[in-house]
């Protein structure tokens, strides 16, 4: 369940209200809020140091997080942005899958796994991902 | 120190889940990490340069520990990757006209003593210490 407050074309301001905590801002329906976001320090035992709706963070292997959200998403399609810092410039993330032209491993509802890497592929730890969620 | 989760994974290492507070941490061992998991303190887990190879680590019980097979694996690969990009840089040097600043026997000779070392680690701290020169060679050479 969520509070959620809604612009309407011609319709001014809808909104359900219940006792979740989760509200999203619409647009003609569409969420214009993020629905998680999160900034931690990815070494070692992880030092989460915000977020908002997310329930905890697993490191499954150096340079691979999963991310458990609080509430569940409505659904998996949900846009991903966000950035790292490193002393490394070659470093990135991205969702992980298993090839370029595969589907995500883990994007579901309640989970979003991600890596970061060097360009030569290898996994490697970053100490600050920040990462935000938007959909509906 | 504070309370994570931790689970032996698929790939037979050790994953630790990090609660953020939002929700209780017994609801976070149950929505978030398979039957199985565990709530340590972090403070038990390897520390210094155990923490290091946090790819080694194994689940014993309650207890996690490092194998020394596994991480001398690790380490013998991360000096591989070195050797790969010293040698991509070596080349462009050349490819360029330019003197490495390191000649290719000392270069060589780094190598081997690094290898050496490893083979005869018996520490997390001694793979990284036999490791430690070829990255500050790279890191030389690279200006």
């Known amino acids: 369940m969520t509070t959620i407050i809604n612009a309407v074309s011609g319709n001014g301001l809808t909104q359900t209200v219940d006792g979740s905590g989760i509200i999203k801002v619409q647009s003609n329906g569409s969420t214009t809020n993020a629905l998680a976001w999160i900034n931690f320090n990815g070494v070692t035992t992880i030092s989460i140091n915000s977020q908002y709706n997310i329930s905890s963070v697993t490191r499954n292997s150096t340079g691979d997080y999963t991310l458990n959200f609080a509430n569940a998403l409505t659904d998996s399609n949900y846009a991903v942005a966000g950035s790292i810092v490193n002393n490394n410039a070659s470093d990135g993330w991205c969702v992980k899958s298993s090839g370029t032209s595969s589907a995500p491993t883990l994007k579901t509802t309640t989970q979003l796994e991600v890596i970061s890497s060097s360009t030569s592929g290898t996994l490697v730890d970053d100490i600050s991902f920040s990462i935000i969620i938007f959909g509906n | ?143």
């Open chain 2, 1 to 143: 120190m504070a309370n994570v989760i931790i689970y032996t994974n698929s790939n037979g290492g050790v994953s630790i889940c990090i609660p953020t507070g939002e929700v209780s941490l017994e609801v976070v061992q149950t929505k978030d990490t398979p039957t199985g998991s565990i709530i340590v303190d972090d403070s038990t887990l390897p520390q210094g340069s155990d923490a290091q190879f946090f790819d080694s680590w194994v689940l014993n019980g309650s207890t996690v520990t490092v194998d020394q097979s596994k991480a001398l694996a690790q380490a013998t690969t991360q000096l591989n990757q070195l050797a790969y990009t010293e040698a991509s840089h070596r080349s462009s040097k050349l490819g360029a006209g330019l003197n490495n600043v390191l000649s290719d026997s000392d270069w060589a000779n780094l190598l081997t003593t690094a290898r050496t070392a490893l083979s005869s680690a018996t520490t997390t701290q001694a793979l990284l210490d036999a490791i430690a020169p070829i990255q500050t060679a790279i890191t030389a050479n690279a200006l």
